[in-house]
């Protein structure tokens, strides 16, 4: 179960920067901020539940991966950041971290 809630976190841990990058949008700065509040507070409860039973370490730097690369993605195909070569390896560099990671968990 503790992976279960990392993963969850991670995916609400992609939630915060959209709600800020929303909240510049002129119009959209309660809602974009209420968007990151929400994402910020559960993804973090979800990291507390996954570190009962995953190392923190182990926790946070998936917790992060995953973040990270998620907010890479969705920037790319929503708010058209740049998708450069380099900028993917970098991403894919984030991942294969992550996937290590797990395997030595």
């Known amino acids: 179960m503790a992976w279960l ?5 991670g995916l ?12 510049q949008t002129p119009g959209k700065t309660a809602i974009g901020v209420m968007l990151a509040i929400v994402c910020m507070a559960l993804s973090g409860f979800l990291l507390f539940l996954a570190q009962r039973d995953i190392p923190m370490g182990t926790a946070y730097a998936i917790w992060t991966g ?18 450069t070569a380099a900028r993917i390896v970098g991403v894919l560099l984030i991942i294969s971290g992550v996937v290590v990671l797990k395997l030595a968990h």
């Open 5 to 9: 809630y990392l993963i969850i976190a």
């Open 12 to 23: 609400f841990e992609i939630g915060w920067p959209v709600g800020l990058k929303l909240a």
């Open 66 to 83: 995953i973040g990270a690369a998620g907010a890479f993605i969705v920037g790319i195909f929503l708010y058209r950041d740049p998708a």
